[in-house]
């Protein structure tokens, strides 16, 4: 369940709408930088955009459905 209230509070400091950078993400959840690229290449988690040849994002909305997920109890 903590886990849970954690990702419930975090999700507040997420824009409306838009894009986030890694370190927004990895503010938000639970997980490490290895980990995340990971779960990216395994499919675990959304898919980045690229805005730029060193600019990767990922929609806000894509990083919400995911703690919702995980709020529901799938795994992230």
Known sequence: MAKVDF???QR???PDEGFVRL???L???PIGK???WEGVKKGRYPTPVKLGPRTTVW???DIRALISN???GDAA
């Open 12 to 14: 507040n400091y997420l």
């Open 34 to 36: 290895t980990s995340w």
């Open 23 to 25: 370190s927004q993400i």
């Open 70 to 72: 995980v709020e529901g």
């Open 27 to 29: 503010q938000v959840l």
């Open 59 to 61: 929609r806000v909305e």
């Open 7 to 9: 990702l419930y509070r």
